[in-house]
């Protein structure tokens, strides 16, 4: 499975972007998909994740009300949709491949997840 990330960018504070991760090769009938960020000099963090069916979602309490996740799945495509940017959004934005159909305790943490994007930069500037 390769993942592809995109529309990262540099953004000012309060404006908006929106991520997509494309997935392509063997990819099960039923997958979940998540995205998570790294900040400089952090670990990676957990964002949100969609089921395939996409009516149900995990968020981080720090970005709920501001980001949303969605998929398309003619497409192979996840989306990541963000609001009101704050300067702390500025991180490496990765997408994660999880072929589990449903969520797990652990779909908050990297190691649930068995492939990966290579990210897509998202820069708020204050």
């Known amino acids: 499975v390769q993942l592809q990330a995109s529309g990262g960018g540099l953004v000012q504070a309060g404006g908006s972007l929106r991520l997509s991760c494309a997935a392509s090769g063997r990819t099960v009938s039923n997958y979940v998909m998540g995205w998570f960020r790294q900040a400089p000099g952090k670990e990676r963090e957990f964002v949100e994740a969609?089921?395939?069916?996409?009516?149900?979602?995990l968020y981080a309490n720090s970005v709920k009300g501001r980001f949303t996740i969605s998929r398309d799945n003619a497409k192979n495509t996840v989306y990541l949709l963000i609001h009101s940017l704050k300067p702390e959004d500025t991180a490496v934005y990765y997408c994660?491949?999880?072929?589990?159909?449903?969520?797990?305790?652990?779909?908050?943490?990297?190691?649930?997840?068995?492939?990966w994007g290579q990210g897509t930069q998202v820069t708020v500037s204050s």
């Open positions: 994660a491949y999880d072929s589990t159909s449903s969520f797990r305790s652990s779909s908050y943490y990297t190691y649930a997840y068995e492939y």
């Open positions: 969609i089921t395939w069916t996409g009516t149900t979602t």
